[in-house]
């Protein structure tokens, strides 16, 4: 579903992608209670949610100096993130927080917070290169939560991470950004082959080799994308962890396939497409849009501290277990 959004939209995938992060999470990791009264909401339609995980001088998801605070049978929470997709319009947040005040950066709880529980400030969008549909803001929220609304053990972010935010944020992401791609690519191939406003002459034998590898880009992210999916669920149905070194080098590896490859592509569709109909605003298929929005998925999670981290555990890996026929390309 995020892919066909995609096709119409990347920012409106992407907060649908990073929406169904949220409720995954919820899914997967809050108590009874909390999903009897949230779930419910989320599957009318009526509710959005948005995550809180940003922080001022931090690029790190599994680190957070603002603690949560103690208070009866409840938690004050107090949190500044520079950057929240959507944060003016959610309604209900996934919050990292320090899991409390005499506890290490790394002890990090996730927190759910209903927007009628907390205050809710905003500051300016970002003025960025493109991705403007997601209204990144800066948010600031306070207030007092349930004890009963930390997800998961106090303290144990990172292994909700592990399960439910990576894993989901990978997979959305990449199915958006593959989305986009093959949308802009579907319509460019039907304006060459009807010579309609681009340069490129489908008799061309140049023309068709580019064509063909952009497809060739696109095959093989959907590729990829379709077997680390089957691994995910697999493990899922099994009820085994994602943890294992195999299974994080291959969502790592999607998205910096994804992000790498869709971005590629654009660009050599704006090469095929010409200046006038690939690189001016207001072009069909958007081409100038596409290319400023997908510049940003090497930054979404930089890609280099992703392959800083397969690398290591390739390193730490014993047998080499790629994604595909080699009957030991599990997640363990």
Known sequence: MTSRIAEGCLSSALVYAMHCQQVDAIVRHAGRELRAHLLPRVASGGTYLASITTELGSSGLLTCDQELVPDGEHHVVRREAPVVTGGRHADGFLVTMRAAPDATPRQVSLVYADRDQVEV??????????????????????????????????????????????????????????????????????????????????????????????????????????????????????????????????????????????????????????????????????????????????????DAALLTSSGALCLLEPTVTTLGPDPRSVCR
């Open 121 to 302: 400030t905003a500051g300016p969008p970002w003025a960025s290169l493109g991705m403007r549909g997601v209204e990144n803001v800066g948010l600031t929220v306070s207030g007092r939560v349930p004890d009963g609304q930390v997800l998961g053990v106090p303290g144990g972010f990172a292994d909700i991470a592990v399960e439910s935010f990576a894993p989901v944020a990978h997979l959305g992401w990449s199915a958006a950004w593959l989305g986009a791609a093959r949308g802009a690519f579907g319509e460019l191939v039907r304006r060459i082959r009807r010579t309609d406003g681009v340069r490129a002459d489908p008799r061309s034998e140049l023309v068709r080799h580019r064509v063909a590898r952009v497809r060739v880009r696109l095959e093989a992210v959907g590729g990829y994308l379709s077997g680390v999916l089957d691994e995910v669920l697999g493990a899922h149905e099994r009820g085994s962890s994602l943890a294992g070194a195999s299974c994080q080098i291959h969502l790592n590896t999607l998205k910096v396939l994804a992000a790498e490859e869709t971005y590629a592509a654009a660009n050599e569709m704006v090469e095929l497409a010409g200046l006038r109909a690939g690189y001016l605003r207001g072009s069909r298929p958007p081409l100038e849009r596409l290319v400023r929005d997908l510049r940003s998925a090497s930054l979404n999670h930089d």
